[in-house]
């Protein structure tokens, strides 16, 4: 039985104030969240003071990136043991912001997942296809290259190991979210590609589903059979909307 993963991503928002209201929200409600584990990935600048906000509390942190390099001269970068310094136990990899803004491509990506990996952080592996790659029918082909690269990188055991998130990036921040079953379809076919490499790995890790999950379809979605979880953006970002897709969750 594979305990569902939900992930606040963040992204560039909050303040220090924001940030406090949002996380006594999360803390008081948490215990109604019976099943599901939880975390939040906030900007670098924010871990510290979310790290400590949530030491001691069943929540717990991560980052939204990070560099492949361990120092040197890479201005503006961050790297894992900067992030395990604040006890940071997931890092997302990969998501779709970070390949078309930001020029990541699958290598980069797969490289980013190998060195979070051998660090001892969780990696969340974010694979999904563009609108455009839907509607030529390429979806299966799009997350198949996605994760091959990173099996061919790092292989299939340490793979396991991580987590994938599931983000069709037509519904990302769109407010479309794709249908459970149009999700479940993908999810059970990247579980078919993983089962190809290694069933038990396969049977195990967890597949996030993310892009516009909400307090309102997010029980319908988690209740489908090869999703385990959600990565969530704009509605982590709200108090009793965030405790409900973590309540939908179990
Ligand atoms: P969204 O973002 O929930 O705002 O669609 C999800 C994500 O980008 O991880």
């Not at 061919?152 to 991580?162: K, P």
Request: proline share 3%; glycine share 12%.
């Amino acid at each position: 039985m594979r305990k569902p993963l939900i992930v606040g991503n963040w992204k560039m928002n909050g303040s220090l104030d924001d940030n406090k209201a949002l996380l006594d929200g999360f803390k008081a409600g948490i215990g109604n969240v019976k099943v599901a584990e939880v975390a939040v990935c906030a900007p670098y600048i924010y871990i510290p003071d979310v790290a400590e906000q949530l030491t001691g509390t069943p929540i717990a942190w991560g980052g939204q990136n990070m560099s492949i390099e361990a120092k040197g001269a890479f201005t503006g970068e961050i790297s894992t043991a900067m992030l395990l310094d604040f006890s940071c136990k997931y890092v997302i990899i990969g998501h779709s912001e970070r390949r078309t803004l930001y020029g990541e491509d699958d290598a980069l990506v797969a490289q980013k997942f190998a060195v979070a990996h051998k660090a001892g952080l969780i990696p969340i592996l974010c694979i999904g296809e563009t609108l455009d790659e839907r509607e030529k029918a390429v979806t299966e082909e799009v997350v198949a290259r996605q994760i091959k690269a990173v099996i061919d990188e790092v292989g299939i055991a340490s793979l396991g190991d991580g987590v994938i998130a599931y983000e069709p990036v037509w519904a990302i921040g769109t407010g479309k979210t794709a249908s459970p079953d149009q999700a479940q379809d993908v999810h059970a076919f990247i579980r078919g590609q993983l089962a190809a490499h290694d069933k038990a790995v396969a049977d195990k890790i967890r597949i996030q589903y993310g892009g516009s999950m909400n307090a309102g379809n997010a029980k319908e979605l988690l209740a489908m059979q090869d999703i385990d979880g959600g990565l969530i953006g704009g509605a982590s970002l709200k108090v009793e909307d965030f405790l409900a897709i973590c309540t939908a969750a179990g």
